[in-house]
């Protein structure tokens, strides 16, 4: 009776890993029927870290209505653990690419003011500890607008509260207000992106363009991120201009880490500790793991250096378990990543990026039907 893990990360923008874990146990069901199936959609923070906490039965969905990235309202969801009190939350449904338009991004204009509402939400269900997946955001405002939501008071020269998005962080003279029922709560910023919050590496120069950056805005932006931080150091004398992971979802992790102590935690170590993924690969019952299945949208190079994929295939091969990657797009070999039994894309044929988007979940079931009877070979 052979026993299999499904545990990919999302293909962004066309198959969720809930979706991926679906379709893969269906057809195990259908062509293995014998098999033991255990799916873990996981994440390392952005897109699909609520999903994997409450697939896993680990919490609860609780979902809000909040801002959106420009002020249109949206329905975001977190992930709810009543026994420990705990909120693990996923800035990117509240601030996060897909809740704009390609023609409407603008990072002097998106702001973060939802994901501080969503976490309200937790604070107001009685939440001792915030778990933050940051990833996938649309904004670039250093978390000013979250942490206005919370109640922490930004203000310019006068004494007035500073607007929403990357344009007023240059205005920004002080902060005057910080709730002292926030320094009560523990905070963990879970996320895999060591960039810095500012320079050649920083949150503007390496994600800014993905999020709508005009070439004229970058001075604009990366000066307002610079006197967010030098304003920061001056309430709570925490310098976060040059921290690892800093510039993390438009520099909301320096906020957060300078103004409320956030401490980042490597996305994947969160999910791998809460959904004892260790466990997972050893055998249950005397009966060993045979497969591990992951994959993501796209496999190459750059997978080798730490990214969820890799990891999963790296804790197979420790633990003896062959394991197979499946993406949209393979620029990778064998040869590059060693760790991995076989590696596979979906697409199947010529097609243009946006089709094989549309089409994931049918490419998927394609290449799985002829994919999976040479795992029952075995």
């Given at each position: 009776?052979?026993?299999?893990?499904?545990?990919?990360?999302?293909?962004?923008?066309?198959?969720?890993?809930?979706?991926?874990?679906?379709?893969?146990?269906?057809?195990?069901?259908?062509?293995?029927?014998?098999?033991?199936?255990?799916?873990?959609?996981?994440?390392?923070?952005?897109?699909?870290?609520?999903?994997?906490?409450?697939?896993?039965?680990?919490?609860?969905?609780?979902?809000?209505?909040?801002?959106?990235?420009?002020?249109?309202?949206?329905?975001?969801?977190?992930?709810?653990?009543?026994?420990?009190?705990?909120?693990?939350?996923?800035?990117?449904?509240?601030?996060?690419?897909?809740?704009?338009?390609?023609?409407?991004?603008?990072?002097?204009?998106?702001?973060?003011?939802?994901?501080?509402?969503?976490?309200?939400?937790?604070?107001?269900?009685?939440?001792?500890?915030?778990?933050?997946?940051?990833?996938?955001?649309?904004?670039?405002?250093?978390?000013?607008?979250?942490?206005?939501?919370?109640?922490?008071?930004?203000?310019?020269?006068?004494?007035?509260?500073?607007?929403?998005?990357?344009?007023?962080?240059k205005s920004i003279a002080r902060i005057d207000k910080?709730?002292?029922?926030?320094?009560?709560?523990?905070?963990?910023?879970?996320?895999?992106?060591?960039?810095?919050?500012?320079?050649?590496?920083?949150?503007?120069?390496?994600?800014?363009?993905?999020?709508?950056?005009?070439?004229?805005?970058?001075?604009?932006?990366?000066?307002?991120?610079?006197?967010?931080?030098?304003?920061?150091?001056?309430?709570?004398?925490?310098?976060?201009?040059?921290?690892?992971?800093?510039?993390?979802?438009?520099?909301?992790?320096?906020?957060?880490?300078?103004?409320?102590?956030?401490?980042?935690?490597?996305?994947?170590?969160?999910?791998?500790?809460?959904?004892?993924?260790?466990?997972?690969?050893?055998?249950?019952?005397?009966?060993?793991?045979?497969?591990?299945?992951?994959?993501?949208?796209?496999?190459?190079?750059?997978?080798?250096?730490?990214?969820?994929?890799?990891?999963?295939?790296?804790?197979?091969?420790?633990?003896?378990?062959?394991?197979?990657?499946?993406?949209?797009?393979?620029?990778?070999?064998?040869?590059?990543?060693?760790?991995?039994?076989?590696?596979?894309?979906?697409?199947?044929?010529?097609?243009?990026?946006?089709d094989a988007m549309r089409d994931a979940p049918q490419?998927?079931?394609?290449?799985?039907?002829?994919?999976?009877?040479?795992?029952?070979?075995?």
């Amino acid at each position: 009776m052979p026993r299999i893990l499904i545990a990919p990360d999302s293909f962004k923008g066309s198959l969720t890993a809930v979706q991926f874990c679906q379709i893969t146990e269906h057809l195990i069901q259908q062509l293995i029927p014998e098999a033991q199936v255990l799916r873990l959609p996981l994440s390392d923070g952005g897109e699909g870290f609520v999903d994997a906490f409450v697939t896993a039965d680990l919490a609860t969905r609780e979902t809000v209505w909040v801002s959106g990235p420009l002020g249109k309202k949206v329905k975001a969801a977190f992930a709810w653990q009543a026994h420990s009190n705990t909120a693990m939350i996923e800035m990117a449904q509240a601030s996060g690419l897909p809740k704009v338009r390609l023609d409407e991004r603008n990072p002097l204009q998106t702001h973060t003011y939802g994901t501080g509402q969503v976490i309200q939400a937790a604070l107001d269900k009685g939440a001792q500890k915030i778990v933050l997946g940051l990833g996938g955001s649309a904004t670039n405002d250093g978390g000013v607008a979250a942490l206005q939501a919370l109640g922490v008071e930004v203000v310019d020269a006068e004494r007035l509260p500073v607007g929403l998005g990357g344009q007023v962080l240059k205005s920004i003279a002080r902060i005057d207000k910080i709730p002292e029922a926030l320094n009560q709560v523990e905070w963990v910023l879970a996320c895999d992106v060591t960039n810095p919050l500012l320079g050649a590496n920083g949150a503007t120069a390496i994600f800014g363009p993905q999020k709508g950056l005009q070439p004229q805005q970058f001075e604009l932006l990366e000066n307002g991120l610079a006197n967010w931080a030098k304003v920061i150091q001056q309430r709570t004398g925490k310098t976060v201009a040059n921290l690892s992971g800093a510039g993390a979802a438009g520099g909301m992790a320096a906020g957060f880490m300078g103004i409320l102590n956030a401490q980042i935690q490597p996305g994947f170590e969160v999910l791998r500790e809460q959904l004892q993924l260790d466990a997972a690969m050893q055998p249950k019952d005397g009966v060993p793991l045979d497969w591990v299945i992951t994959g993501e949208g796209r496999i190459d190079e750059q997978t080798a250096f730490g990214k969820l994929p890799m990891r999963i295939a790296q804790m197979a091969q420790a633990n003896h378990v062959p394991c197979i990657g499946i993406c949209g797009s393979l620029g990778a070999s064998l040869q590059d990543l060693p760790a991995f039994n076989g590696l596979f894309s979906i697409v199947n044929a010529p097609m243009a990026e946006m089709d094989a988007m549309r089409d994931a979940p049918q490419l998927l079931e394609s290449l799985l039907r002829n994919l999976l009877p040479l795992l029952k070979m075995h």
